[in-house]
């Protein structure tokens, strides 16, 4: 095994799990003294290398379910021996021995073992963009919504109710598109909420937005076909696109969205995010959205309308989505539950036309079944009694704090020049300079403090690429906004730019 280098996030969650390892086998010794055994063997052995950063005592607590007074009598006993040194305010990094123990020797793998090994030419694009998706840390992560504000105990009380005495029929296999009254209330709130035109029929409900991008390309494309796609854009959509062999026509996106006349070529899909673009912020024009449909009519073109958190605007009430202007026909409403619920739901939504409707069905039943019935009735429930409409206000008011908040944490840097997006909507806000911004500095210095900041540039498809910050605050509560947002001012005034 090759020694951790980096005192990444990436690296702490190795760590932690490496620690739970050890914790895990039933032992006669007290808990900090296996915890302490296992962290001085890493380090002898020369698998945790010198300098690399320990979580912290109440992350490493958090991880193995111990209390943290276990965790720092561990730690505790590795500084009294020299095993690690501690650095006031900073944390406890692994110590430079003068002796190690030799490392233990692993062959290393045939090339045809190794991981990256034998991956499609897509398969390599694909690891490419997934760079960084597993990153821990909430605070800045754009897209995810705040945890701490969602009604566990009621949620949990409905899904104990749906789960009690669930119908014998939601046992089996189900090829009904998703439960029958999930598809109901949502097509009311969708009608209501979105002015999306639909009936309780044409929605099937998928594992996420993720599944319906990838329907769609399956099904609705051949290898090799013309997808317009927003540059720049979001890495989840490309990547199922990708992954279905399409090919992507970088389309510029400004103040009024993506610009249909700038579209090269006759595409087979296009993919926009009219409500809020990701990652820009800006909604997409009436002009352009009715451009966009015309364009779809003249080239037989399917429109991919994902309209991820169209719920929280803070400003101006939105326009009608782009499936409900006109007929709809060549639009694909695509929506999903991880951001006004919580990722691990994993549940999502097509809109089709109704010629669709079945196909899709079908072959979603042959890809990928169809998901628990009970937490779909629990969810039906959910947005019947009015909890999911009550959570969402709740949702919009904090997050108009939140963002507020970083707003007066980057006052400084904005009068250095710092850019940000309008912010009327959605989850996160955009940061620019007119100099640029060195991401990776940032993203490093980031890591070392729990930090989450992803980058700009990753998300343009051409050469052209503006370099900028993606900064979620919905995560985050309004002190960990500040403590981080001073933490970031302080490293672009360093040279973050």
Excluded at 125 to 131: K, M, N, P, V
Excluded at 138 to 158: H, K, M, N, Q, Y
């Amino acid at each position: 095994m090759e020694p951790v280098k980096s005192s990444s996030a990436a690296a702490e969650e190795w760590i932690c799990d490496a620690l739970a390892l050890a914790l895990a086998d039933e032992s006669p010794q007290a808990l900090h003294r296996r915890l302490y055994l296992r962290l001085r063997e890493e380090i002898e052995l020369g698998r945790l290398a010198p300098g690399t950063r320990l979580p912290s005592s109440r992350r490493l607590a958090a991880a193995l379910g111990v209390g943290r007074n276990t965790v720092i009598s561990a730690l505790d006993q590795l500084l009294h021996e020299g095993f690690v040194r501690s650095r006031r305010g900073a944390g406890s990094y692994v110590s430079r021995l003068e002796h190690p123990l030799p490392r233990a020797s692993v062959a290393a793998p045939a090339p045809e073992d190794r991981g990256d090994a034998g991956l499609s030419s897509r398969g390599a694009a694909l690891l490419s963009l997934s760079s960084g998706a597993r990153d821990g840390g909430t605070t800045f992560v754009p897209g995810l919504p705040a945890l701490d504000l969602f009604p566990w105990r009621s949620w949990r009380a409905i899904q104990a109710r749906q789960l009690k005495h669930p119908p014998r029929e939601w046992l089996g296999y189900q090829t009904q598109g998703g439960l029958p009254r999930l598809r109901e209330v949502l097509c009311d709130y969708l009608r209501l909420s979105r002015s999306v035109r639909c009936a309780p029929e044409q929605i099937v409900i998928t594992q996420g937005a993720q599944q319906a991008f990838m329907l769609i390309a399956q099904l609705l494309a051949e290898p090799g076909d013309l997808v317009w796609f927003e540059e720049p854009g979001y890495l989840g959509a490309r990547a199922a696109l990708l992954a279905a062999g399409l090919r992507l026509s970088p389309t510029p996106v400004d103040a009024d969205g993506l610009d249909p006349a700038r579209g090269e070529g006759r595409p087979k899909l296009v993919y926009v995010t009219p409500s809020y673009q990701y990652p820009c912020g800006v909604t997409l024009s009436l002009e352009w959205r009715l451009g966009l449909l015309a364009e779809a009519e003249r080239s037989r073109a399917w429109v991919i309308e994902d309209d991820y958190d169209s719920e929280f605007r803070y400003g101006s009430k939105p326009l009608a989505s782009l499936q409900g202007l006109g007929d709809g026909r060549r639009v694909l409403y695509v929506g999903t539950f991880s951001k006004v619920m919580y990722p691990g739901l994993g549940l999502g939504y097509l809109v089709l036309p109704p010629a669709l409707v079945e196909p899709f069905r079908t072959i979603s039943f042959r890809l990928a079944r169809e998901s628990h019935y009970p937490l779909q009735a629990a969810l039906a429930e959910f947005i019947d009694t009015g909890a999911f409409t009550r959570h969402i206000r709740r949702c919009r008011d904090a997050y108009r704090e939140r963002q507020a908040a970083l707003r007066t944490a980057l006052a400084p840097a904005i009068e250095r020049g710092l850019e940000l997006s309008c912010g009327e909507a959605g989850m996160h806000l955009l940061a620019t300079h007119p100099k640029g911004i060195d991401e990776e500095e940032l993203q490093r210095q980031g890591a070392r403090e729990d930090v989450v900041l992803r980058g700009l540039s990753p998300l343009h498809l051409s050469g052209h690429r503006r370099t900028g910050l993606v900064l979620g605050y919905a995560a985050a509560t309004v002190a960990q906004i500040e403590r981080s947002g001073a933490l970031l001012d302080g490293w672009l005034a360093q040279g973050g730019r």
